[in-house]
């Protein structure tokens, strides 16, 4: 192994990306082992793992904050996070892909793409992360490659590039074929490490051809390896193994790999597939940000000004870590970073090498690291980290919006101040945990993503030493929407109150933003011809109507769906000024609300229920009483998966009566499906 760990083209920043109980913790367990960096195998079943470090994970046995790690392998630094696969923390998986280079996708040989396998391949899209997919639990029951395979490709709709082959079948599955160099890795019972040796003969024939469906599928998809292709009508290992690098890093296909995490089989080749196939930060684009309006680029080097991004902030009462990608540059211990966001600067007490819930101190952090920071107050989860001489700001990752909430209040009117600190300390570190206070009834609401979501939030206070806490039962995010709107809608405002007066007239056209009630999001166009409304005034307006979506007519929830254009209007020489036409704007299209037949939403979920053939009679009535849509069923192993769209207020409780229905043999998963109408529209005319 090489000791230059430093060097940019020897750094691999990747996460773990799957469904909830595919196996990527326990990917992530055998990756420390087989690296060196872990001396005994933990296992998520006995709470022993090194990223679920949290009391919390460990007793649900899931992953739900997500955790850095770092290792070697081969020469190259690979810095890791372990994301949850829990549909309710998906706001960590998206602030850990906007700082990544690259992912392994972990999909279940038995299930195949899953909900939030689905989900989550669609947010690393978003962000153009590269992945390389292995295909776990090859040893269960039921497992099948090929199956597998199958639905990455109808679901996720990649070009799946197979370099493997299993060698035998769920109990007696001991290893892979090498499709790219042709030859076997075995393991054996207790062994840690593979056995390299030629591919058996009873399996060449079945190699061969899978080795020349490889070849053609690279070859249709790049254009030196077609060059290769139809010169020889193969294509060598080198070739092959360069083309998958180029598909790999574009995009344009993904390697499928396969194992068993849990019996320590197929991790090496993955590590190897990492290394080779995944992006470094030099084969990635530079990063951009602006400054003062302008666009610029800051190349990954460590001789230019720093850079870095705050994903992850863990604030506790022994102290405060940011957690930072350095995209550009060099920090060292004790230098002052600027933040453009706050415009504060701040000083760097510590820099710390993260390996979940432990640490080893840095003198310094350069450009393709990712790193914890200490004795920076101000930065929040999105916060850019800069050099003080050579701002720049860089774009942060969206925040999720919250669906559900519940109202939270202290058991003890004397613990209220405890509280209030405690949820700005939640918030502060999940930007999609929303803490308010109702104005109607002076409630503190907790707004997050899903009903665990908020368990988890509540016992984090009461395990960190807070006050107990009161939850009412949640409550679903409702929005209001234009089912039929209005045209030519006149709104003048005029005021004169012996000063500077104000005068601001608009017509608007207002009308649902698609074809279907459930539609989201806002368009504002101008159709203002011959200078009417001046182009400032017209910015005005727009954000006097976006000012105006924040309470409905109906039940003073947020309005979506619609679309506002400017038809018309007129200025006055004097009384006409931004303000006036903002106000102009909110009041008008508040008025315009009134005069649309409108509609209330209520978010919906999909959710995929597994169970035994003879409970699923039971479980449709139920999802039926539920309000719940079936969408399509498929057997799985003997067991029925059964899929359906379900009001997430119906969803309140239902794994207890689940499990009732089943004897406790059913299990059920969900991801956001966006909105649909509540059951009974109002009309406001």
């Known amino acids: 192994m090489r000791t230059d760990l430093t060097t940019l083209a020897a750094v691999r920043n990747l996460g773990i990306l799957a469904h909830v109980d595919a196996g990527k913790t326990t990917v992530t367990e055998r990756i420390l082992y087989a690296t060196g960096t872990t001396h005994k195998r933990g296992e998520v079943h006995d709470g022993t793992t090194v990223t679920d470090f949290d009391p919390q994970e460990r007793d649900r046995g899931i992953t739900i904050f997500a955790a850095a790690v770092s290792c070697a392998w081969d020469g190259h630094r690979i810095n890791l996070i372990d994301t949850p696969g829990h549909v309710d923390f998906a706001d960590e998986v998206?602030?850990?892909?906007?700082?990544?280079?690259?992912?392994?996708?972990?999909?279940?040989?038995?299930?195949?793409?899953?909900?939030?396998?689905?989900?989550?391949?669609?947010?690393?899209?978003?962000?153009?992360?590269?992945?390389?997919?292995f295909v776990n639990k090859m040893d269960r029951a039921g497992a099948d490659l090929d199956r597998a395979v199958d639905s990455i490709r109808d679901r996720l709709h990649p070009a799946p590039l197979v370099v493997q082959m299993p060698i035998g079948a769920e109990d007696g599955f001991t290893g892979v074929l090498d499709l790219v160099r042709m030859h076997a890795l075995t393991w054996a019972d207790g062994e840690d490490t593979a056995v390299r040796g030629p591919v058996p003969e009873e399996l060449v024939a079945e190699a061969v051809r899978r080795r020349r469906a490889l070849e053609e599928t690279v070859a249709e998809l790049h254009p030196a390896a077609l060059e290769e292709f139809c010169d020889r009508e193969s294509l060598s290992a080198d070739t092959l193994a360069a083309s998958l690098r180029d598909l790999t890093r574009t995009g344009d296909g993904v390697v499928v790999l396969c194992g068993s995490a849990y019996r320590n089989r197929g991790l090496e080749p993955l590590l190897d597939a990492v290394v080779a196939y995944l992006p470094s930060p030099l084969d990635v684009p530079a990063v951009r940000g602006v400054h003062e309006g302008t666009g610029q680029e800051r190349a990954a080097d460590p001789e230019v000004p720093f850079a870095g991004l705050v994903?992850?902030?863990?604030?506790?009462?022994?102290?405060r870590l940011a957690f930072v990608r350095v995209y550009a540059g060099t920090v060292e211990k004790g230098d002052t970073v600027w933040d453009p966001g706050t415009g504060r600067a701040e000083r760097v007490a510590r820099i710390l090498r993260v390996m979940a819930d432990r640490h080893v101190r840095l003198d310094r952090a350069v450009a393709g690291d990712i790193v914890a920071l200490a004795g920076v107050k101000s930065a929040r989860p999105g916060s850019?980290?800069?050099?003080?001489?050579?701002?720049?700001?860089?774009?942060?990752?969206?925040?999720?919006?919250?669906?559900?909430?519940?109202?939270?209040?202290?058991?003890?009117?004397?613990?209220?101040?405890?509280?209030?600190?405690?949820?700005?300390?939640?918030?502060?570190?999940?930007?999609?945990?929303?803490?308010r206070t109702d104005a109607e009834t002076g409630q503190t609401v907790l707004s997050g993503m899903g009903e665990l979501h908020l368990e988890v939030a509540v016992e984090k206070i009461r395990r960190g030493g807070g006050p107990e806490v009161a939850v009412g039962r949640p409550r679903v995010a409702h929005r209001e929407t234009v089912v039929d709107g209005v045209t030519g809608f006149v709104h003048r405002h005029v005021k004169q109150d012996g000063g500077a007066g104000r005068f601001a007239h608009v017509v608007l056209d207002v009308e649902p933003l698609g074809p279907e009630t459930g539609a989201t999001g806002f368009e504002f166009r101008s159709a203002v011809v011959g200078g009417r409304v001046p182009q400032e005034y017209v910015r005005a307006v727009e954000a006097g109507c976006r000012d105006a979506l924040a309470e409905g007519p109906l039940d003073g929830h947020p309005v979506t769906g619609l679309r506002v254009t400017l038809t018309d209007g007129s200025t006055h020489v004097k009384d006409s000024s931004d303000t006036a036409f903002r106000t102009a704007g909110r009041l008008g299209l508040r008025a315009a609300l009134r005069a649309c037949t409108l509609a209330v939403l209520e978010p919906v979920a999909e959710v995929t229920v597994t169970v035994p053939e003879d409970a699923v009679g039971s479980v449709l009535g139920d999802l039926a009483a539920r309000r719940g849509r079936v969408t399509g069923s498929e057997t799985r192993a003997g067991a029925a998966a059964l899929t359906a769209t379900v009001p997430l207020a119906e969803l309140f409780g239902y794994a207890t009566r689940l499990r009732g229905r089943t004897q406790g043999r059913g299990t059920f998963t969900t991801r956001p499906a966006g909105y649909a109408p509540a059951p009974r529209p109002v009309t406001v005319r």
């Open 94 to 133: 998206e602030r850990s892909l906007r700082v990544l280079d690259g992912a392994v996708a972990v999909f279940d040989a038995v299930a195949g793409v899953e909900p939030q396998s689905e989900s989550v391949w669609r947010q690393a899209d978003r962000h153009g992360v590269p992945r390389i997919a």
């Open 384 to 435: 850019t980290l800069c050099d003080p001489g050579a701002p720049l700001l860089l774009e942060p990752p969206v925040a999720a919006e919250p669906v559900v909430s519940v109202a939270v209040e202290a058991r003890r009117a004397t613990d209220t101040g405890r509280l209030a600190t405690a949820l700005a300390r939640l918030a502060e570190e999940d930007p999609s945990l929303v803490v």
């Open 311 to 319: 994903f992850k902030v863990s604030a506790s009462a022994t102290g």
